[in-house]
Nanobody, 120 residues
Framework: QVQLVESGGGLVQARGSMRLSCAVS????????MAWYRQAPGKQRELVAR???????NYANSVKGRFTISGDGAKNMVYLQMNSLNPEDTGVYYC??????????????WGQGTQVTVSP
């Protein structure tokens, strides 16, 4: 089993910055992809940023140049640095992982989410 625990959300003014953290714990053979998703009120959950097991990153067009996903393998942490925030970034942010938990078997795990609110 793998647990993901987000922290760092809250209220920030537009044009401000915030960093989200995701602590990963449990047992796995390899972590593979790590990602941040978000869900705004009344909208579907969407991918914000992904960090692949091969070391590449990709971002939603709406956050490119403003958000940065990174990881600390030694601490089993994943971060999302968010700069130049705007009210459209408001939502619940979820940490995601799809580790290989048994040989040939991958599973998806989600954190409980952390609220980010950007005021005008």
């Amino acid at each position: 089993q793998v647990q993901l625990v987000e922290s760092g959300g809250g209220l920030v003014q537009a044009r401000g910055s915030m960093r989200l953290s995701c602590a990963v714990s449990g047992s796995w053979l390899s972590l593979n992809d790590m990602a941040w998703y978000r869900q705004a009120p009344g909208k579907q959950r969407e991918l914000v940023a992904r960090f692949t097991g091969g070391g590449s990153t990709n971002y939603a067009n709406s956050v490119k140049g403003r958000f940065t996903i990174s990881g600390d393998g030694a601490k089993n942490m994943v971060y999302l640095q968010m700069n130049s925030l705007n009210p459209e970034d408001t939502g619940v942010y979820y940490c995601y992982a799809d580790p290989t938990v048994l040989p040939g078997r991958m599973r998806e795990f989600w954190g409980q989410g952390t609220q980010v609110t950007v005021s005008p």
